[in-house]
């Protein structure tokens, strides 16, 4: 008595193509079988790859953008900062020359 199983077996081996040894007819569609698999493969990783290099573009120029955006930040500070210690330094170099001028 056959069980469900087997005829399930049965049916994926079938499906799984014959073995490429053979000489018939059925394994040279099996090679084309297992030749469209290689392809589909091979596109499958071409796709992955050049997916990869678009998401590496993208996250290097958004981490440009960020660093940049903090830079430019940074450096408007340091600049507000060093013009405002620039601005007391004069005042204090000009209370200096007319104290010495009173002397």
Known sequence: MRHA???RRS???CQAGPAPDR???SSAQ???GWTAV?????????????WQAELRDDLE????????GGFANLK???ETSVERIEGRFDALAERVESLEEKA
């Open 30 to 32: 099996g090679r084309r």
């Open 5 to 7: 199983r087997d005829d």
């Open 11 to 13: 049916d994926l081996s």
């Open 61 to 68: 120029v958004t981490i440009k953008m960020e660093f940049g």
């Open 38 to 50: 290689t392809l589909q493969t091979f596109e499958f990783t071409r796709r992955v790859e050049r």
């Open 76 to 78: 408007t500070a340091v």
């Open 23 to 25: 000489g018939d007819a």
